[in-house]
């Protein structure tokens, strides 16, 4: 009896398996015919055909550039190598010791001027040498207005360090201002509401628990309480003597004073011309100052750019506009990484964008939060880039595809406007009403403790959990990675990127779980590791896209490169590029360090 059910399961598992495996013989025998069919049709019987490969172009049809061109090769290497020094390595040293107001920063700054003008020398010899393949490019222009625009901060720099205008760490006019106020009699009862206030602002450096540091709902105390500022030169006595120990240094040869720099007839003349700016000017000129330590990097990176651009010979005439709305979409991309790995790192921790809790602040003032920031970041990129991918096609009429790109510029644009009313202090208060309205509706009732302690708002209130951001880039990695391409190495190229910014999504998410579940209580940053993955997920997924334009996939394909080495190679520069950053940003941390102890011993004799 047994035998016989046994082999009846196996003659229905059989059975089973027969007809399982029908459609995928159907499916074979269908490819092997249209393979056959196609092959007939194209003359193409190899094996590579088969495989799905893309055909390579005829290497005549393809223009002649600076990449392959053979002369004066070792001309072009040195000006891209002395130019990535310059720009990526020397540069942002420079800007650090500069926002640290570092007694170092004008010979940082001599020292990239002098390494950009030898790069620049060397382009100069190779274009005289060269046939000029690339006509009207944009990168010998914003080179130029780059390179002014340094030495135009340079130049500032200078004057103002003669005529004492940048202390190690003064703010605009600052040291003017000391300077007048020196002559000015100070009374005892002053004196001592000075120091009272600044015991004050010492001994309360961290918020009460019922303040969420983000300033985003009406009866948070960062909203109506006057705290620490964060500014170099304000720290605790406690953390000034621990500094003092660990940087007090003999270099104090090394230190820029005005009372000698006064010394020479070119400083006299410098300081008697720049007597005669007005402080308004001064303010001024100190604003440009500073826009440019945060805005020269991002012109330094678009530069690099268009030098790649140049060499490889990519957007010419009508292709400008898809190369446009790639490189500038994975330009935001690779940005919003590296926002996201210094607000890891513990920059913009004054604002509580560090995921911490925002250090109480002098004045009142409305700060956007991180997530505010983020979404109008998305409604921008939404809004500026709605079109581009239409204006590159060569037809005038919509096709699938343009609709598909202007969906997903319209899911930034709303994401981005939702993001943003979702961080409006209004809109939250405004949400709350019907509980709000409930809970007056008996003003005589006696509450009780715990019906009292249920009329405080939630602790997740504290902080700012905002998922859309996350959101909208997850729906962008999904849909990118499932996106038709007219070449396999292309949608192999959309595959990788969409699937790294999703991965960066699904990070961010974890970040907003952890933080749901245990807010953060700290004004020192709290460093989620998961943010890590999300900025690695953005910086690469961002360069990848770059590269995901029609003529970068035409010359990946013309050069016999394919979409693994791209890829990888992309893994490995983002590594260290990651690692370049937080040195940076400890290397900037150490100059403020530094100077906030020089402040403390050499500033108040400077003005004498």
Not at 217 to 231: G, V
Not at 378 to 393: A, D, K, M, Q, R
């Given at each position: 009896m047994m035998p016989s059910i046994t082999r009846k399961i196996f003659r229905s598992l059989a059975l089973l398996a027969v007809v399982g495996a029908l459609p995928l013989v159907l499916a074979h025998g269908d490819e092997d015919a249209m393979d056959m069919g196609n092959n007939e049709d194209m003359g193409m019987g190899d094996h590579g055909a088969m495989a799905g490969e893309d055909p390579k172009p005829d290497?005549?049809?393809?223009?002649?550039?600076?990449?392959?061109?053979?002369?004066?090769v070792t001309a072009i290497y040195a000006h891209i190598g002395i130019m990535v020094i310059g720009w990526v390595f020397m540069l942002p040293t420079a800007v650090m010791l500069s926002i640290a107001r570092s007694r170092y920063t004008l010979a940082a700054q001599f020292l990239f001027l002098l390494t950009n003008a030898i790069g620049v020398l060397v382009g100069i010899v190779y274009n005289a040498n060269t046939p000029d393949l690339y006509p009207n490019n944009a990168h010998h222009k914003l080179g130029w207005l780059v390179t002014w625009v340094v030495g135009a901060q340079v130049l500032v720099g200078l004057v103002g360090r003669v005529a004492g205008m940048m202390g190690t760490s003064s703010n605009q006019g600052r040291g003017k201002e000391a300077e007048e106020q020196s002559f000015i009699p100070v009374s005892t009862e002053a004196m001592a509401e000075h120091h009272r206030m600044h015991q004050d602002?010492?001994?309360?450096?961290?918020?009460?628990?019922?303040?969420?540091?983000?300033?985003?709902?009406?009866?948070?105390?960062?909203?109506?309480?006057?705290?620490?500022?964060?500014?170099?030169?304000?720290e605790s006595p406690i953390e000034l003597s621990d500094r003092r120990r660990h940087y007090e240094d003999d270099d104090d040869d090394l230190d820029i004073k005005p009372t000698e720099l006064r010394s020479t007839s070119a400083s006299q003349s410098i300081a008697k011309i720049t007597s005669k700016i007005s402080g308004k000017a001064w303010k001024i000129i100190m604003v440009g100052y500073e826009l440019v330590d945060r805005t020269i990097l991002i012109l330094g990176y678009v530069t690099l750019c268009t030098g790649l651009i140049t060499y490889a010979r990519f957007f010419e005439g009508h292709e400008v506009f898809s190369g446009l709305a790639h490189w500038i979409k994975g330009g935001i991309f690779f940005w919003y990484g590296i926002l996201t790995l210094g607000r890891w790192s513990g920059s913009f921790g004054e604002l509580g964008w560090a995921w911490n809790v925002r250090p109480k602040q002098r004045s009142q003032k409305w700060r956007p939060s991180a997530e505010f920031v983020e979404g109008a970041l998305?409604?921008?990129?939404?809004?500026?880039?709605?079109?581009?991918?239409?204006?590159?096609?060569t037809d005038s009429k919509f096709s699938s595809q343009d609709l598909e790109h202007v969906s997903i510029t319209v899911l930034f644009i709303g994401g981005g406007l939702l993001s943003m009313l979702i961080e409006s202090t209004r809109i939250r208060d405004l949400l709350n009403t019907t509980t709000t309205e409930a809970s007056l509706s008996h003003p005589s009732h006696i509450y009780s403790d715990e019906e009292r302690a249920a009329l405080e708002p939630p602790r997740q209130y504290e902080f700012s959990i905002n998922p859309i951001p996350a959101l909208v880039i997850l729906l962008l990695g999904i849909m990118m990675s499932s996106h038709k391409q007219q070449t396999m190495i292309s949608t192999m190229v959309h595959k990788q990127w969409g699937n790294l910014l999703a991965g960066a999504s699904f990070a961010r998410g974890f970040t907003y779980v952890l933080l749901y579940l245990k807010p953060p209580r700290s004004v020192m940053p709290s460093r989620p590791p998961t943010e890590l993955l999300t900025a690695f997920g953005l910086i690469s997924g961002g360069t990848i896209f770059m590269a995901s334009s029609g003529d970068t996939i035409q010359g990946m394909i013309h050069y016999d490169l394919d979409a693994m080495f791209f890829y990888t190679v992309t893994m490995g520069l983002v590594g260290l590029l990651m690692a370049w950053v937080v040195l940076l940003l400890a290397f900037k941390g150490w100059a403020v360090r530094k100077e906030s102890n020089r402040t403390q011993t050499w500033k108040p004799r400077s003005w004498q």
């Open positions: 290497a005549d049809s393809y223009p002649p550039t600076y990449f392959a061109h053979p002369e004066h602002m010492f001994s309360s450096q961290y918020r009460e628990s019922n303040d969420s540091g983000q300033g985003t709902e009406r009866n948070t105390e960062s909203l109506r309480s006057a705290s620490l500022s964060t500014m170099v030169g304000q998305i409604f921008t990129y939404g809004s500026t880039n709605i079109f581009l991918e239409h204006l590159g096609s």
